[in-house]
């Protein structure tokens, strides 16, 4: 200690002859003037540890998500301070002359602040949100230090190195200038073409300067670890036959298996659905165990979309589509909720109607739709995070068979999930009937059939409408759903039951690698999709017993975007790029409307508390859509016969302002396709919206609004 002792003191002696004067001059030094020796440093370093306190303390302030978004600049500036108050002490440690025991009470009372401030409050909700602050506290604390303490290493030890200091900041800016132009100018790129200044149109509020393109990969979660999954320690090959037969193969391994055959969630009533702490346990409570023995045939009853067989003690998940499709019913919705029936008119056909199939030349066969929201990706993000999938996008593009759009200036409505989900799926922020639908049961009211894929362990109705229903006791699901996965995505290994689920290191959430018995969850989830698929397409089962074509909707969401850092995201860019190559080839676009979209950007982390870069990327999520050749042709025709305005729709709707609603009216027309709505088609992306439109005329509240005119 006393080396070390001497070594700060020459440091601290050379630093103090630099300042102070030279040579004999009778000038005082700068630490021997007056100003400074009457603040000892204990007394500074006091201050500085209550001025840090005081605002971490600050930042806490909680409240609901709107509260949170007013307050976020206030809260993110304390939080700043309070980093700033800590590096300043922590630079004194090792900069100024002190004592060895003064050091270390220090360094124990900063330790012991931390860990005071950790305990008061290491909440991961919007209400308490200790842990989200802690973290990027330390996101901005370590690498600041760290930088810190080896220039000062190098200013004791290298001559002259100011000057290479300042060579290397003039190069280093330069460089960074140049790359921070180059990010800004594909800011507003996108697949096949790009957001255009044009006068009157939504422009972004504020300098869009995305410094978050200049850090590299990890650098907001060096914490998390690797981000792939720990493969299982045995390989086991399960499959299920059209017979329901489930095989079971542990390789040459002498252990004992047996399979957990989970619920399925479609008939669950909405109170035991709810996400909290409910759905999860009501899961595990209902998942059956079984010994797995190969003398006999092990059957699974009809209703079983998965099951999660164990040998020893390495588990998989085998799904299936079951029932077939060929055995389903064709749905006859209650009389009391027909989404088909205008209740004003008690008519089953719209007031206000066009029926395409006697017009234009338009193609009468049904479309199926797919759409896949990513939560939390902006238009920027998806391609920052997701190039492989990017790249396969443009090759989606063929006209002819279909056509890919884009909306460049498409904003979301809300500040999370809840308004930009209720507005898509219902067409309203707040519902204002009782027992409102999500939009898959028009869907499944009009033939189709339909499927839902939930990776959060939640129910989307009973979480964001739930409380707009007259009972908890009703089931969406069965109402409105013909399959549905949830109950795989229940299970402890990924989703906690004990405690909180929704945590930075485990759950939906996650800044780590979410997994789930050695491979991604969202891989799961793929696989089970590309099984409907395949199931919806085959011959046998595109129609029914009657012989009448059965089209299909089929909606996933992925959380991988979800999370403070945006680095979850790379993980899903592999199986998703695949899973795009895929529905390319296999023709399916041909008649299928595909979307891709987020409901909003991220709405956490560094970049969105600091920066208004983050802020625009929050309300602009990415949204783009796959068009049949023979539906953007009727669009086309339908928009310069009959519409206000002689323009192509997709590219004009690729420069206005966009929303979730537009997103709905889509959805609504497809359900009632030949025979569609005259004012939903209007207010579809099928139609040309209003140019110049404005936040308000858009249905966008003033709180959330980016765009100036």
Same mark, same amino acid.
Request: net charge positive; proline share 5%.
């Given at each position: 200690?006393?080396?070390?002792?001497?070594?700060?003191?020459?440091?601290?002696?050379?630093?103090?002859?630099?300042?102070?004067?030279?040579?004999?001059?009778?000038?005082?030094?700068?630490?021997?003037?007056?100003?400074?020796?009457?603040?000892?440093?204990?007394?500074?370093?006091?201050?500085?540890?209550?001025?840090?306190?005081?605002?971490?303390?600050?930042?806490?302030?909680?409240?609901?998500?709107?509260?949170?978004?007013?307050?976020?600049?206030?809260?993110?500036?304390?939080?700043?301070?309070?980093?700033?108050?800590?590096?300043?002490?922590?630079?004194?440690?090792?900069?100024?002359?002190?004592?060895?025991?003064?050091?270390?009470?220090?360094?124990?009372?900063?330790?012991?602040?931390?860990?005071?401030?950790?305990?008061?409050?290491?909440?991961?909700?919007?209400?308490?949100?200790?842990?989200?602050?802690?973290?990027?506290?330390?996101?901005?604390?370590?690498?600041?230090?760290?930088?810190?303490?080896?220039?000062?290493?190098?200013?004791?030890?290298?001559?002259?190195?100011?000057?290479?200091?300042?060579?290397?900041?003039?190069?280093?800016?330069?460089?960074?200038?140049?790359?921070?132009?180059?990010?800004?100018?594909?800011?507003?790129?996108?697949?096949?073409?790009?957001?255009?200044?044009?006068?009157?149109?939504?422009?972004?509020?504020?300098?869009?300067?995305?410094?978050?393109?200049?850090?590299?990969?990890?650098?907001?979660?060096?914490?998390?670890?690797?981000?792939?999954?720990?493969?299982?320690?045995?390989?086991?090959?399960?499959?299920?036959?059209?017979?329901?037969?489930?095989?079971?193969?542990?390789?040459?391994?002498?252990?004992?298996?047996?399979?957990?055959?989970?619920?399925?969630?479609?008939?669950?009533?909405?109170?035991?659905?709810?996400?909290?702490?409910?759905?999860?346990?009501?899961?595990?409570? #209902?998942?059956?165990? *079984?010994?797995?023995?190969?003398? @006999? /045939?092990? !059957?699974?009853?009809?209703?079983?979309? %998965? &099951?999660?067989?164990?040998?020893?003690?390495?588990?998989?998940?085998?799904?299936?589509?079951?029932?077939?499709?060929?055995?389903?019913?064709?749905?006859?919705?209650?009389?009391?909720?027909?989404?088909?029936?205008?209740?004003?008119?008690?008519?089953?056909?719209?007031?206000?109607?066009?029926? #395409?199939?006697?017009? *234009?030349?338009?193609?009468?066969? @049904? /479309?199926? !739709?797919?759409?896949?929201?990513?939560? %939390? &990706?902006?238009?920027?993000?998806?391609?920052?995070?997701?190039?492989?999938?990017?790249?396969?996008?443009?090759?989606?593009?063929?006209?002819?068979?279909?056509?890919?759009?884009?909306?460049?200036?498409?904003?979301?409505?809300?500040?999370?999930?809840?308004?930009?989900?209720?507005?898509?799926?219902?067409?309203?922020?707040?519902?204002?009937?009782?027992?409102?639908?999500?939009?898959?049961?028009?869907?499944?009211?009009?033939?189709?059939?339909?499927?839902?894929?939930?990776?959060?362990?939640?129910?989307?109705?009973?979480?964001?409408?739930?409380?707009?229903?007259?009972?908890?006791?009703?089931?969406?699901?069965?109402?409105?759903?013909?399959?549905?996965?949830?109950?795989?995505?229940?299970?402890?290994?990924?989703?906690?039951?004990?405690?909180?689920?929704?945590?930075?290191?485990?759950?939906?959430?996650?800044?780590?690698?979410?997994?789930?018995?050695?491979?991604?969850?969202?891989?799961?989830?793929?696989?089970?999709?590309?099984?409907?698929?395949?199931?919806?397409?085959?011959?046998?089962?595109?129609?029914?017993?009657?012989?009448?074509?059965?089209?299909?909707?089929?909606?996933?969401?992925?959380?991988?975007?979800?999370?403070?850092?945006?680095?979850?995201?790379?993980?899903?860019?592999?199986?998703?790029?695949?899973?795009?190559?895929?529905?390319?080839?296999?023709?399916?676009?041909?008649?299928?409307?595909?979307?891709?979209?987020?409901?909003?950007?991220?709405?956490?982390?560094?970049?969105?508390?600091?920066?208004?870069?983050?802020?625009?990327?929050?309300?602009?999520?990415?949204?783009?859509?796959?068009?049949?050749?023979?539906?953007?042709?009727?669009?086309?025709?339908?928009?310069?016969?009959?519409?206000?305005?002689?323009?192509?729709?997709?590219?004009?709707?690729?420069?206005?302002?966009?929303?979730?609603?537009?997103?709905?009216?889509?959805?609504?027309?497809?359900?009632?396709?030949?025979?569609?709505?005259?004012?939903?088609?209007?207010?579809?992306?099928?139609?040309?919206?209003?140019?110049?439109?404005?936040?308000?005329?858009?249905?966008?509240?003033?709180?959330?609004?980016?765009?100036?005119?």
């Amino acid at each position: 200690m006393a080396l070390i002792h001497t070594a700060h003191d020459a440091d601290y002696m050379r630093v103090m002859d630099k300042l102070g004067s030279g040579g004999g001059s009778s000038k005082p030094r700068l630490w021997q003037r007056p100003l400074l020796v009457q603040v000892p440093k204990p007394v500074v370093i006091a201050v500085l540890l209550v001025v840090c306190t005081v605002s971490y303390l600050m930042a806490l302030q909680g409240g609901d998500l709107v509260y949170i978004n007013e307050h976020l600049g206030f809260i993110g500036a304390e939080l700043l301070v309070s980093v700033l108050s800590l590096t300043t002490v922590t630079i004194m440690l090792y900069a100024c002359r002190m004592r060895n025991s003064t050091r270390r009470i220090v360094v124990i009372l900063m330790l012991a602040i931390l860990a005071v401030l950790y305990l008061y409050d290491h909440g991961e909700r919007f209400e308490h949100h200790g842990l989200y602050n802690l973290l990027v506290f330390m996101a901005i604390y370590i690498p600041l230090n760290l930088a810190i303490a080896v220039l000062y290493t190098l200013w004791c030890n290298i001559k002259h190195f100011s000057v290479y200091f300042v060579i290397t900041l003039v190069i280093g800016g330069i460089l960074a200038g140049g790359s921070l132009l180059h990010y800004r100018k594909i800011f507003d790129q996108g697949t096949l073409g790009s957001f255009h200044y044009i006068p009157g149109e939504c422009q972004w509020t504020g300098r869009n300067i995305p410094v978050v393109d200049l850090l590299p990969a990890k650098t907001q979660n060096f914490w998390a670890g690797s981000m792939s999954c720990k493969a299982e320690p045995i390989s086991i090959k399960a499959t299920i036959d059209p017979q329901g037969i489930l095989r079971v193969n542990c390789g040459d391994h002498d252990v004992r298996a047996h399979i957990d055959i989970l619920p399925d969630t479609r008939d669950w009533a909405l109170r035991d659905k709810d996400m909290w702490k409910v759905y999860n346990h009501m899961v595990l409570k #209902a998942t059956v165990r *079984l010994p797995y023995t190969r003398d @006999r /045939p092990f !059957v699974l009853n009809e209703t079983t979309q %998965a &099951v999660v067989v164990n040998c020893g003690k390495s588990s998989t998940i085998v799904t299936r589509v079951s029932p077939p499709v060929h055995n389903l019913p064709m749905y006859v919705p209650p009389s009391d909720s027909d989404t088909r029936i205008n209740y004003t008119t008690k008519k089953t056909v719209p007031t206000d109607h066009f029926n #395409a199939a006697s017009n *234009l030349d338009a193609q009468t066969t @049904r /479309p199926n !739709v797919i759409f896949l929201m990513l939560d %939390a &990706v902006s238009h920027r993000q998806f391609y920052r995070r997701l190039p492989k999938s990017a790249q396969v996008l443009k090759s989606i593009h063929r006209p002819g068979t279909n056509r890919l759009y884009e909306l460049y200036r498409y904003h979301s409505v809300g500040f999370s999930t809840d308004n930009n989900t209720r507005a898509m799926y219902t067409g309203e922020i707040m519902p204002t009937r009782p027992n409102p639908l999500p939009i898959w049961a028009y869907f499944r009211d009009r033939g189709y059939v339909t499927a839902r894929v939930e990776t959060g362990c939640d129910d989307w109705a009973r979480e964001y409408i739930g409380d707009k229903f007259l009972s908890d006791t009703y089931s969406v699901g069965n109402r409105s759903l013909d399959y549905e996965l949830a109950s795989p995505f229940c299970l402890p290994d990924y989703y906690p039951n004990v405690g909180n689920p929704f945590g930075n290191f485990k759950g939906p959430y996650s800044i780590t690698a979410r997994c789930l018995y050695g491979r991604y969850v969202h891989d799961w989830a793929l696989d089970y999709l590309g099984q409907l698929r395949r199931e919806f397409r085959s011959i046998s089962t595109l129609k029914n017993k009657q012989g009448k074509r059965r089209p299909y909707m089929l909606t996933a969401t992925f959380l991988e975007g979800h999370e403070g850092t945006g680095e979850v995201l790379r993980t899903l860019d592999n199986s998703l790029s695949l899973f795009l190559e895929d529905i390319r080839d296999s023709g399916e676009l041909e008649d299928t409307l595909l979307i891709i979209g987020a409901d909003h950007g991220l709405h956490m982390g560094i970049n969105f508390a600091y920066t208004q870069n983050g802020r625009i990327e929050h309300q602009n999520p990415f949204m783009t859509m796959s068009v049949p050749e023979w539906l953007y042709q009727f669009a086309e025709k339908y928009q310069h016969n009959y519409a206000y305005e002689n323009v192509s729709p997709f590219s004009a709707n690729e420069q206005r302002l966009t929303t979730p609603f537009e997103i709905h009216h889509t959805f609504r027309v497809m359900a009632d396709w030949p025979q569609f709505n005259i004012d939903s088609w209007k207010r579809s992306l099928f139609a040309a919206q209003q140019p110049g439109r404005t936040c308000k005329d858009a249905g966008i509240g003033a709180s959330f609004c980016m765009c100036r005119h």
